[in-house]
């Protein structure tokens, strides 16, 4: 059977170097029919219009994350003040350094993606859970009840997310809760995650790979770039 493969990652928080490496290593991929971003772009790294313009070169699905709904927010005034001073910062710094095209892309992404993989198994992305980017009911040691009232109402029974930064698959109730885990900002190591799903007219599979960046590139990119990385 002919089987297909759609990449997922999510939360770049702005690491263009481990973007990079993670793109060169999915382009090696066969049968690659989507590629797709489940937001948190920017923040605490180097990238900013890199970041976008690999993902178009890549035809790459982009999500928007709370990152960047944070972005609109503090735009309409509706942020209240609340958020850490580093949000702000990043706001500044990206209003800076986006282009208008790019800021206005970003920052009017779709919300959720839904993909029918074959007559049994149907897929919905997003950042955290439905309508709520911000969600943490997202992590691998959330309570089965709580991981119920998240998702299990939802039609899909893959369920792909991000948001939480390290990677997992949790079945429940004939549904698969996939996290895809962080290309940007996981413990401070030097490696990005992403996520496979492969998928024919019958199976679904699961891959779930890391892959090294340079840290100290990213680091040099950071301090050229003014940026500020979060401790």
Not at 1 to 25: P, Y
Not at 88 to 101: A, I, S, V
Not at 123 to 146: K, W
Request: glycine share 8%; with cysteine.
């Amino acid at each position: 059977m002919n089987t297909k493969r759609i990449v997922f990652f999510s939360d770049v928080h702005g690491n263009i170097t481990g973007l990079k490496e993670m793109m060169k290593a999915v382009r090696k991929l066969e049968n690659v029919e989507h590629i797709i971003g489940l937001g948190d772009y920017f923040g605490w790294g180097a990238g900013h219009n890199d970041i976008i313009d690999l993902c178009l070169e890549n035809n790459v699905i982009l999500i928007r994350g709370g990152h960047e709904e944070i972005l609109n927010l503090i735009d309409r005034g509706e942020d209240n003040g609340i958020y850490y001073p580093e949000i702000y910062f990043t706001h500044d710094w990206l209003k800076k350094h986006l282009t208008q095209e790019n800021y206005y892309l970003v920052t009017n992404l779709p919300t959720e993606i839904r993909i029918r993989l074959n007559s049994a198994y149907t897929l919905i992305g997003f950042h955290a859970a439905l309508n709520d980017m911000e969600s943490y009911t997202c992590g691998s040691d959330r309570e089965l009840e709580v991981l119920e009232k998240a998702y299990g109402s939802l039609e899909e029974n893959v369920i792909v997310y991000g948001h939480y930064h390290e990677p997992h698959v949790i079945p429940m109730n004939g549904k698969l809760l996939i996290n895809c885990a962080s290309i940007g900002q996981r413990r401070n190591d030097n490696l990005s995650n992403y996520t496979i799903i492969e998928y024919d007219e019958k199976k679904v599979a699961v891959i779930q790979r890391q892959i090294p960046y340079d840290k100290d590139e990213e680091d040099r990119l950071i301090q050229e770039r003014g940026m500020i990385r979060r401790l």
